[in-house]
């Protein structure tokens, strides 16, 4: 099984509105990714966790909250969103670093 | 740094015609090498992977990637294409270095397919 799964498939939320988005994978990988994609733009990484531990925070605003509870969960908590963070918010998970990377189908994020 | 270039924006292919898509990378050693594929609104699927070995790669859905060395080259194809096919494609690459999770991808190509 090569699944990674994401909650919600949608999200409409305002500006003032907090939120998270989830992610799971139950194929005993040790990294977990977190992206954004732009309408015909490849996907821009967030942040890595690596065993749990935030390994990578790509300089992402502090609006985005990253949580990894457990080797197979990974939140995003979202909060204070602005229209341009808008976009497709893919989740992803690899074995360990260089290894292929297995993306769920993401969350499309509005923001109003 | 590393750098991905796929030189085609978009490419129109009729059904049952081969395809190729070019990717050529920057790095200084050779790094490991991915295709992925997009449909709209979708996630990202593996197509293939290259990290050592016999340089010519089969994936799934038909398709397969070369890698040649002397031109920095991973390019895709696939003999005979389907309505199906008509997708976003990334190439990307990873470092083989332990503890560097990034995956660098390339901008791009959007594959039609006409009946």
Known sequence: ?112 | AQSVTQPDIHITVSEGASLELRCNYSYGATPYLFWYVQSPGQGLQLLLKYFSGDTLVQGIKGFEAEFKRSQSSFNLRKPSVHWSDAAEYFCAVASPNSNDYKLSFGAGTTVTVRA
Not at chain 1, 24 to 49: I, N, S, T
Request: glycine share 4%; charged share 20%.
């Open chain 1, 1 to 112: 099984d090569t699944e990674v799964t994401q909650t919600p498939k949608h999200l409409v939320m305002g500006m003032t509105n907090k939120k998270s988005l989830k992610c799971e994978q139950h194929m005993g990988h040790r990294a977990m990714y977190w992206y954004k994609q732009k309408a015909k733009k490849p996907p821009e990484l967030m942040f890595v966790y690596s065993y749990e531990k935030l390994s990578i925070n790509e300089s992402v605003p502090s609006r985005f909250s990253p949580e990894c509870p457990n080797s197979s969960l990974l939140n995003l908590h979202l909060h204070a969103l602005q229209p341009e963070d808008s976009a497709l918010y893919l989740c992803a998970s690899s074995q360990d670093s260089g290894d292929e990377q297995y993306f769920g189908p993401g969350t499309r994020l509005t923001v109003t």
